[in-house]
């Protein structure tokens, strides 16, 4: 499931960009680029497997291939997220397939700290190149990219475990189904009952595959695909909130103010006056 697509990433192999007070928040989701995710400004949060990952300013957080993750940073001003292909960097290193990169603040091994606050300064210096933009930038922004990657397969990669991956790629296959079902839907009236039947599954046994694998229940997830979207027609619209609301699915409008408030940090009606 992509909410930003990532279709240029496999021609260039690595794809930076950067995110200025723009509320950035993306329900649960997974793609098959490795995905580094530096704070510059306010605090955010990203979780995956089921742990929620508090960042502020100067960290960076590591979210592997096809690693379902969900990313809250409404209070992030400043933040810059780089996307590896897979597939191009196998041009560099044959079995990176054999690898799993991970690394977090809170799960930062002491004799490590050396190397992720070296990272931390290469990834300082991509928000300078981007802002002046000297004669020929890219090739250093990516150049900076490419050694990033090297100490993070020197220094934050574990040998990944074959048992296990066929399971996962099949449940994978199944989730992209239905979250795309959703996308497709989700101004409509999806019950769990209608949902589960359209997938030929029992309602218990789609209500227990979807929580354990996407870390929120069905419910849940279908509300913050609506959010995201009204979320952005608030940002490049002028109708109404509620209407809006009304549009995306939202009927109950009680849920709908406390859900955003959880998710953006204040009323909607706050982010047009911004």
């Known amino acids: 499931m992509l909410y930003e697509p990532l279709y240029e990433l496999?021609?260039?192999?690595?794809?930076?960009r950067y995110y200025t007070n723009k509320g950035q928040y993306i329900p649960a989701h997974w793609h098959a680029a490795v995905e580094v995710?530096?704070?510059?400004n306010g605090v955010g949060?990203?979780?995956f497997e089921g742990k929620d990952h508090t960042m502020v300013a100067g960290e960076f957080v590591i979210v592997d291939s096809n690693q379902i993750h969900e990313l809250k940073c409404a209070k992030v001003s400043m933040m810059v997220v780089i996307h590896y292909s897979r597939n191009r960097m196998k041009t560099y290193i044959e079995n990176i397939d054999e690898f799993k990169l991970e690394c977090s603040r809170e799960t930062l091994e002491k004799e490590k700290l050396k190397k992720y606050l070296e990272i931390c300064r290469l990834l300082k210096r991509l928000p300078p190149l981007y802002v002046t933009q000297p004669l020929g930038y890219q090739l250093q922004d990516q150049a900076v990219a490419m050694e990033i990657f090297f100490e993070m397969l020197n220094h934050f990669s574990v040998q990944a475990k074959e048992n296990g991956i066929a399971e996962k790629e099949?449940?994978?296959e199944r989730l992209g189904e239905i979250t795309d079902y959703i996308e497709e839907h989700h101004s409509e009236s999806i019950s769990l009952e209608s949902i589960a039947s359209h997938f030929f599954l029992s309602r218990e046994y789609f209500s227990r595959f979807f929580k354990k694998n996407m870390g929120v229940t069905f419910s849940r997830y279908v509300n913050q695909v609506r959010l995201m979207h009204?979320?952005?027609?608030?940002c490049n619209t002028g109708e109404g909130v509620m209407e809006l609301a009304e549009r995306h699915g939202f009927t109950n409008y009680k849920l709908f103010n406390r859900m955003f408030h959880e998710?953006?940090?204040?009323a909607p009606r706050e982010v047009r006056q911004k």
Request: glycine share 8%.
């Open 263 to 266: 998710i953006y940090g204040c």
């Open 37 to 40: 995710i530096y704070i510059l």
């Open 10 to 16: 496999e021609k260039t192999g690595i794809d930076i």
């Open 45 to 47: 949060n990203v979780i």
């Open 170 to 172: 099949s449940s994978l």
């Open 230 to 234: 009204i979320y952005y027609d608030i």
